[in-house]
T-cell receptor
Framework: NAGVTQTPKFQVLKTGQSMTLQCAQDMNHNSMYWYRQDPGMGLRLIYYSASEGTTDKGEVPNGYNVSRLNKREFSLRLESAAPSQTSVYFC?????????????FGQGTRLTVV | GESVGLHLPTLSVQEGDNSIINCAYS??????FIWYKQESGKGPQFIID?????DKRQGQRVTVLLNKTVKHLSLQIAATQPGDSAVYFCAERSGYALNFGKGTSLLVTP
């Protein structure tokens, strides 16, 4: 079972460049999330999509945009990368927004902005 | 704002001993809690969860205890093995998504 798949796994960007992180899940989950993980900071929510067709800001949305392309896919875009966006990015999905169920995580994308 | 925190950033235990990882939360509205394990270079993996109407839940070698009175959560790992070495996160859901603590690094020594 693939679960949650993220691409790419690694990326180096120059300041000001743009890129899109891709995420797809094959568990027919309704809700999807993007987190970033920085040393000593735990995981912080960037954006989430409670269901197909909806997206909302999380704790740290500045500098990012998202698209819920369909039920399976949820992408994260950096329009103009900054060194402060150097981080490990995790996509996650869960069965439903209001149901207390676990979130399943992808393997992460390690992004370095120079 | 609300926060989820961990008492100890690192924990070193000998193989075969029991491990206890603690977590404090401050949002009294939280009604669902999860423990995740994260190995180096991987995404967080679900270990065990507990709902706020329970105070204890057991899995295979793991037990989660919830004390709502003091807003405290703990993860107990029995007979800790080298493969248990990882960072452990508690997370709580009180709204739209999971709110994670900063993590505790568990190191199992032979």
């Amino acid at each position: 079972n693939a679960g949650v798949t993220q691409t790419p796994k690694f990326q180096v960007l120059k300041t000001g460049q743009s890129m899109t992180l891709q995420c797809a899940q094959d568990m027919n989950h309704n809700s999807m999330y993007w987190y970033r993980q920085d040393p000593g900071m735990g995981l912080r929510l960037i954006y989430y999509s409670a269901s197909e067709g909806t997206t909302d800001k999380g704790e740290v949305p500045n500098g990012y945009n998202v698209s819920r392309l369909n039920k399976r896919e949820f992408s994260l875009r950096l329009e103009s990368a900054a060194p402060s966006q150097t981080s490990v990015y995790f996509c996650a999905s869960s069965e439903a927004f209001v149901v207390n169920t676990e979130a399943f995580f992808g393997q992460g994308t390690r992004l370095t902005v120079v | 704002g609300e926060s989820v925190g961990l008492h100890l950033p690192t924990l070193s235990v000998q193989e075969g001993d029991n491990s206890i990882i603690n977590c404090a939360y401050s949002n009294s509205a939280s009604d669902y809690f999860i423990w995740y394990k994260q190995e180096s270079g991987k995404g967080p993996q679900f270990i065990i969860d507990i709902r706020s109407n329970m105070d204890k839940r057991q899995g295979q070698r793991v037990t989660v205890l919830l004390n709502k009175t003091v807003k405290h959560l703990s993860l107990q790992i029995a007979a800790t093995q080298p493969g248990d070495s990882a960072v452990y996160f508690c997370a709580e859901r009180s709204g739209y998504a999971l709110n994670f603590g900063k993590g505790t690094s568990l190191l199992v020594t032979p």
